[in-house]
Nanobody, 115 residues
Framework: QVQLVESGGGLVQPGGSLRLSCAAS????????IKWYRQAPGKQRELVAR???????NYADSVKGRFTISRDNAKNTVYLQMNSLKPEDTAVYYC?????????WGQGTQGTVSS
């Protein structure tokens, strides 16, 4: 059973930055793509960023140029660097791994952008 643990959320002013981390209990990071999702109050969960095992990245249009996803396979950890944050980025952020057998989610970490 893979466990994912997110961290790094918090309260930041508009224009500020947060760096989220997602640590996995097993080394499956090196095999599968990793995704970051977010869910704001009253809204559906949306895909924010994705990184493949080879390091190829994709981003939602709303975060392009501001967010950067990266991975450290040696540490079984994926990161989401979030810069130039806006109030509309306020959400619970989740990491996700979809394997051949299961769909794994972390518990989420809250990021709040407010003055």
């Amino acid at each position: 059973q893979v466990q994912l643990v997110e961290s790094g959320g918090g309260l930041v002013q508009p224009g500020g930055s947060l760096r989220l981390s997602c640590a996995a209990s097993e080394s499956i990071f090196s095999i599968y793509p990793i995704k970051w999702y977010r869910q704001a109050p009253g809204k559906q969960r949306e895909l924010v960023a994705r990184i493949t095992s080879g390091g190829r990245t994709n981003y939602a249009d709303s975060v392009k140029g501001r967010f950067t996803i990266s991975r450290d396979n040696a540490k079984n950890t994926v990161y989401l660097q979030m810069n130039s944050l806006k109030p509309e980025d306020t959400a619970v952020y989740y990491c996700n791994i979809l394997t051949n057998d299961s769909d794994y989610w972390g518990q989420g970490t809250q990021g709040t952008v407010s003055s």
